[in-house]
């Protein structure tokens, strides 16, 4: 069974950089369709960026185009957020996701099958 780890959450200034990790253990995250959802305090869960398995393909919400990149590392299986110029609204709880099909998207945190426990980001001076 899929299990996902967060990890390199943490204080950030705006307009600085930061990159989270999400590793993965008990099954090939290449095989997966992998998220990152985040949720700030009082507010839904909200889809921040998505990679496709089945065509490489990657899907980014608005407020993040041009900022956040989502990467995977096959041979440490393991998927990143790069997040620069980062924003005050970014910040919250980042959650990695991951499901096996194909049509899980940024609109729904509850069809993946898998995620983790989360990671902290606070962007502020």
């Known amino acids: 069974q899929l299990q996902l780890v967060e990890s390199g959450g943490g204080l950030v200034q705006p307009g600085g950089s930061l990159r989270l990790s999400c590793a993965a253990s008990?099954?090939?995250?290449?095989?997966?369709?992998i998220a990152w959802f985040r949720q700030a305090p009082g507010k839904e869960r909200e889809g921040v960026s998505l990679?496709?398995?089945?065509?490489?393909?990657?899907d980014y919400a608005d407020s993040v185009k041009g900022r956040f990149t989502i990467a995977r590392d096959s041979a440490k299986n393991t998927a990143y957020l790069q997040m620069n110029s980062p924003k005050p609204e970014d910040t919250g709880v980042y959650y990695c996701?991951?499901?096996?099909?194909?049509?899980?998207?940024?609109?729904?945190?509850?069809?993946?099958?898998?995620w983790g426990q989360g990671t902290q980001v606070t962007v502020a001076s």
């Open positions: 996701e991951a499901d096996y099909s194909p049509f899980c998207d940024l609109f729904n945190w509850r069809a993946f099958g898998s």
């Open positions: 008990g099954a090939t995250l290449d095989d997966y369709t």
């Open positions: 990679s496709r398995e089945s065509d490489g393909g990657t």
